[in-house]
């Protein structure tokens, strides 16, 4: 069982690579620079640094973005602040900021070999390797809002993902805590504010199949490019359109190309993205270890909750100031959008014996 599923790991990971279909933006930084990020030598209050130098456990958490500014660096850093203070410097943190890959799959695949502890990536890689559950997390209009989206992932439904990945995986993924990518929208060479607007236009769009589905289902044309390509796409028309949250369209200028200054406000996916921990590795832990270490990942979890919110605000703020075309969430037609979201949700629900939990989702937003 285990071989099998090294096997198929094995290849999730390389078509996750072929794929490109990262949410992160890409950096123009070297990966040779394998040692922790200075900034992450002291805490985040500016306070004392903890004294790590007798630390009797070592771990490694890592992501796959560059940007000091970006969510996932400032839970990992608020990660390394709480356990090394609970645990009075036996738990020292080293932290990769990009810098032990930016490919998901790269993470994933050191996460597998011990050669990190703890890792954030997108959830769709687990569908290659025997957890199609996971795929629930791509469905289109699932969640209505972040206050939605936070109910749903600190309840019922995210202890049962917890369970199911665990299960699947054979212990080797473990969820130590559910970190957003914000939420994504629209943007192209026009304005959509209802699925007829997107007509015949090819848009970029994530791997997943019930993404691409749901694309498809609007008029539109999935197209797969890799994400460093696709500010080029986007200005050479390559696309008419992409999909992603404000905050990493932003950073790459994908609205001051030709194909991208219209943004609309779809709202079609609150992300979710994984604090991952190899469960055979906690499972060894002495009790009071892992108590350091889920104390820290509440509050990391909760620093890079926080930061994504503000950040869409701010990224927003920019994107106009930088001369990008609007259209409001207000001004969309959501549930002409739902109409045709529903149908896929209930399909997979049914062929993925989901139907309890996406019952759930849908009561917790009522």
Not at 28 to 36: E, I, K, L, Q, V
Not at 136 to 149: A, G, N, R
Not at 311 to 327: L, N, P, Y
Request: with cysteine; hydrophobic share 40%; charged share 25%.
């Amino acid at each position: 069982m285990k071989r099998k599923f090294a096997v198929a790991l094995a290849t999730s990971l390389a078509l996750a690579s072929l794929a490109g279909c990262g949410g992160a933006p890409a950096s123009t930084s070297s990966n040779a620079d394998a040692g922790a990020d200075t900034k992450t030598d002291a805490p985040a209050d500016g306070g004392s640094a903890v004294d790590t130098s007798a630390a009797e456990l070592n771990l490694i958490i890592a992501s796959n973005q560059t940007s000091l500014e970006n969510p996932y660096s400032y839970g990992m850093d608020k990660f390394k602040e709480v356990v090394e203070e609970k645990s009075g410097g036996k738990i020292a943190v080293t932290v990769h900021k990009g810098t032990l890959g930016e490919n998901e799959s790269e993470l994933i695949e050191k996460l597998e070999m011990g050669a990190a502890n703890l890792v954030v990536a997108s959830p769709g890689f687990m569908t290659s390797i025997g957890v199609p559950e996971i795929d629930i997390f791509s469905l289109e209009y699932l969640f209505d809002s972040f206050d939605h989206w936070e109910k749903c992932l600190d309840g019922d439904f995210g202890n049962k993902m917890k369970e199911i990945v665990t299960e699947k995986t054979g212990n080797n993924f473990r969820i130590m805590g559910y970190w957003s990518s914000s939420v994504r929208d629209v943007y192209g060479k026009k304005a959509v504010a209802k699925p007829d607007d997107l007509k015949g236009m090819t848009i970029r769009t994530q791997s997943s199949q019930v993404q691409q589905d749901f694309f498809a289902a609007c008029g539109a044309i999935p197209t797969s490019v890799a994400w460093g390509e696709l500010y080029q796409a986007l200005q050479q028309g390559v696309v008419d359109s992409a999909e992603n949250d404000y905050t990493n369209f932003m950073l790459k200028e994908h609205h001051k190309t030709d194909n991208g200054k219209f943004v609309s406000e779809t709202h079609h996916d609150y992300t979710t993205r994984l604090l991952l921990m190899n469960g055979a590795f906690y499972d060894g832990l002495t009790d009071e270890q892992k108590g350091w270490i889920d104390e820290a990942c509440v509050a990391a979890t909760a620093e890079e909750r926080q930061v994504t919110y503000r950040m869409f605000e701010e990224s927003k703020k920019q994107v106009i100031a930088d001369g990008a075309t609007v259209t409001e969430n207000a001004d969309i037609d959501i549930e002409a959008f739902k109409a045709i979201a529903n149908p896929i949700m209930d399909k997979f629900a049914e062929e993925n014996n989901m139907t309890a939990e996406l019952e759930m989702i849908r009561s917790a937003a009522k």
